[in-house]
């Protein structure tokens, strides 16, 4: 009797073993998971900032194309006459 009792409750630490395994590896997991979103959302970030950036370089140019151009100025002021 005292033999079967050893085996069941070795058997449950086994179990219990087992899915503190498998837990921890899932655990690990989800943490690497984290890591390279972590990473991607920054990289994501660094691009945006990029982006922006040359949109304001972009939009700079082309208010001072427009600005140069006569056809702009022409429209310019007749929308401002009316």
Excluded: C
Aim: no cysteine.
């Amino acid at each position: 009797m005292m033999n079967a009792d050893m085996d069941a409750i070795e058997a449950e630490n086994q179990v219990e073993l087992e899915e503190k395994t498998r837990l921890i590896n899932q655990v690990l997991e989800l943490q690497h998971t984290l890591e390279d979103l972590s990473a991607r959302v920054d990289a994501v970030k660094e691009e945006n900032l990029k982006l922006k950036s040359e949109n304001q370089v972009l939009g700079q140019y082309i208010e001072n194309l427009m600005s140069a151009s006569s056809v702009f100025q022409t429209t310019d002021t007749k929308s401002k006459r009316k």
